[in-house]
């Protein structure tokens, strides 16, 4: 069974910077689209970022494009969110999710794997 474990979340001022981290395991990293999502105290959870496999492709949503950048390192099995210039409406446990394939997509329902989580605040 897959496993993603999330790490560098914490509190930060608003403006300030976050990387975040997920290790994965149990699955052949390269072959898997690797996601970002969010979610908020009674929100439901949301797409952030997502990459293909071999990191030529990314996808943003319209609220994180130009602060977040996702990238990810297959010899070390790792996709990272490099989070700018961050906001209060950005805090939200963040979630790290897996999909085996050659399609990115943005729907929760498309992932098959996730992480426990890590808590981002952002303070004003």
């Known amino acids: 069974q897959v496993q993603l474990v999330e790490s560098g979340g914490g509190l930060v001022q608003a403006g300030g910077s976050l990387r975040l981290s997920c290790a994965a395991s149990?699955?052949?990293?390269?072959?898997?689209?690797m996601g970002w999502f969010r979610q908020a105290p009674g929100k439901e959870r949301e797409f952030v970022a997502a990459?293909?496999?071999?990191?030529?492709?990314?996808y943003y949503a319209n609220s994180v494009k130009g602060r977040f950048t996702i990238s990810r390192d297959n010899a070390k099995n790792t996709v990272y969110l490099h989070m700018n210039s961050l906001k209060p409406e950005d805090t939200a446990v963040y979630y790290c999710?897996?999909?085996?394939?050659?399609?990115?997509?943005?729907?929760?329902?498309?992932?098959?794997?996730w992480g426990q989580g890590t808590q981002v605040t952002v303070s004003s």
């Open positions: 990459i293909s496999g071999n990191g030529g492709y990314t």
């Open positions: 149990r699955l052949t990293f390269s072959m898997y689209v």
């Open positions: 999710a897996a999909d085996r394939g050659i399609v990115v997509y943005t729907a929760v329902a498309m992932y098959d794997s």
